[in-house]
């Protein structure tokens, strides 16, 4: 899609839907399936993604994030989009 992955995660970042913070205090974000291309687990695991359980926001992906902008940019670099 877009040859510089710092220009794809400023895509994602209004997509991105803070949640409640993990047990730890961890600040978690929600992603909708929808804004990331399709993969299987391992491609997801290997860019830091956790499937959405939740029923609240429907399918999608979670990440763990004090640097929201430089962990979208590092999953961009892992998806290679």
């Known amino acids: ?7 794809a995660a ?3 970042m209004p997509r991105a839907i803070q949640l409640h913070c993990d047990v730890n205090g961890n600040p978690r974000y929600y992603l909708p399936k929808y804004s990331l291309p ?13 499937k959405y359980k939740g029923r609240q926001y429907g399918a999608g992906y ?4 004090y640097n929201l902008k430089a962990d979208l940019t590092f999953i961009c ?3 290679d989009i």
Not at 1 to 7: C, D, E, F, G, I
Not at 39 to 47: I, S, Y
């Open 1 to 7: 899609m877009s040859n510089n992955p710092a220009l």
């Open 10 to 12: 400023l895509a994602l």
């Open 38 to 50: 399709a993969m299987d687990d391992k491609t997801r695991l290997k860019a830091g993604l956790y």
């Open 62 to 65: 979670v990440i763990q994030s």
């Open 77 to 79: 670099q892992a998806l």
